[in-house]
T-cell receptor, first 114, second 116 residues
Framework: AQSVTQPDIHITVSEGASLELRCNYSYGATPYLFWYVQSPGQGLQLLLKYFSGDTLVQGIKGFEAEFKRSQSSFNLRKPSVHWSDAAEYFC????????????FGTGTQLKVEL | GAVVSQHPSRVICKSGTSVKIECRSL??????MFWYRQFPKQSLMLMATSNEGSKATYEQGVEKDKFLINHASLTLSTLTVTSAHPEDSSFYIC????????????FGEGSRLTVL
């Protein structure tokens, strides 16, 4: 069965430092890949998505992610983190023929130290 | 961008009562909406797919008689938690996919249900 893994439950970085959040998926073909951010008590906001084409995807708020087929990964990166980036980040995948049903990873809680 | 609104954002009810949560697409039509449940510090679990004008499709392990879903129009889906119990307390989030769009999903703000 397909699955999504976010190995890091919590990550703490200093403001201004670079950030990388890991995401790995298990599936036989190329899925559709997403990163969402959730602030406390809020819904989800889409940061970026990958469907096909260029494997380096640019998103909102200065985030980017790179799809690496050989590693089945879609890691999220940001060169310089801001205090307002503190939130929960979810990687999600939708699989071909899955009718847009998203499978979410367990999330990574990002804390930013000032 | 497309906006999805949920109401109420917070609800507290007594055990045994039923609670209805609404999910509305404010500026687009959605033939398909999805309902998720999120436990504290955990990920979102898909509960069911709501299809306008037809029965919802429930994920394995989700009681359809417990979580009633109605998608009566292209802009509204409702989730009713029947005979709620404390274990039903959770954060419920809906998402909607614009009809004829790119397939991107838009999420509501979520509804926090607390059953006493």
């Amino acid at each position: 069965a397909q699955s999504v893994t976010q190995p890091d439950i919590h990550i703490t970085v200093s403001e201004g430092a670079s950030l990388e959040l890991r995401c790995n998926y298990s599936y036989g073909a190329t899925p559709y890949l997403f990163w969402y951010v959730q602030s406390p008590g809020q819904g989800l906001q889409l940061l970026l998505k990958y469907f096909s084409g260029d494997t380096l995807v640019q998103g909102i708020k200065g985030f980017e992610a790179e799809f690496k087929r050989s590693q089945s990964s879609f890691n999220l990166r940001k060169p310089s983190v801001h205090w307002s980036d503190a939130a929960e980040y979810f990687c999600a995948v939708a699989f071909t023929g899955g009718g847009n049903k998203l499978t979410f990873g367990t999330g990574t809680q990002l804390k930013v130290e000032l | 961008g497309a906006v999805v609104s949920q109401h109420p954002s917070r609800v507290i009810c007594k055990s045994g009562t039923s609670v209805k949560i609404e999910c509305r697409s404010l500026d687009f039509q959605a033939t398909t909406m999805f309902w998720y449940r999120q436990f504290p510090k955990q990920s979102l679990m898909l509960m069911a797919t709501s299809n306008e004008g037809s029965k919802a499709t429930y994920e394995q392990g989700v009681e359809k008689d417990k979580f009633l879903i109605n998608h009566a129009s292209l802009t509204l889906s409702t989730l009713t938690v029947t005979s709620a119990h404390p274990e039903d307390s959770s954060f419920y989030i809906c998402s909607a996919r614009p009809s004829g769009g790119t397939g991107e999903l838009f999420f509501g703000e979520g509804s926090r249900l607390t059953v006493l």
